[in-house]
């Protein structure tokens, strides 16, 4: 089989078999999981800024500490993730127009 066959093989068979991103939502999301997964981002400063927040907090019921502290990870994971795969999508456009 030539190389033409084998690229017109390859699309088709990617085009008729949907991708398994598992519990991600693309190749952009796997790459993050993965990289989060071995760069963990707890450092220093965000210790001493969750110790921080915990002060402010002192003397609430847990529960209603739950109600602020789950969001706020939420959100700082999920403004993360978005930064993490935005600075991939400027690397490729980047490397794009080098080219």
């Known amino acids: 089989m ?3 066959n084998y690229i ?18 693309s ?3 796997l790459l993050y999981e993965a990289y989060a997964e071995c760069n963990k981002m707890d450092d220093g400063t965000l210790k001493e800024d969750f ?5 402010l907090m002192n003397g609430m019921p847990l529960r209603d ?3 602020i ?7 700082c994971r999920d403004h993360q993730r ?8 400027v690397g490729v ?7």
Do not use: W
Request: with cysteine; proline share 4%.
């Open 51 to 55: 110790n921080e927040l915990y002060l």
């Open 8 to 25: 017109r093989t390859l699309h088709a068979y990617v085009s008729s078999h949907e991708p398994n991103f598992g519990d991600g939502e």
């Open 69 to 75: 502290i789950y969001p706020v990870c939420t959100l």
């Open 2 to 4: 030539n190389m033409e």
């Open 27 to 29: 190749v952009l999301t």
């Open 65 to 67: 500490m739950d109600k």
């Open 82 to 89: 978005s930064g993490f795969v935005d600075g991939v999508k």
């Open 93 to 99: 456009r980047l490397a794009q127009e080098l080219q």
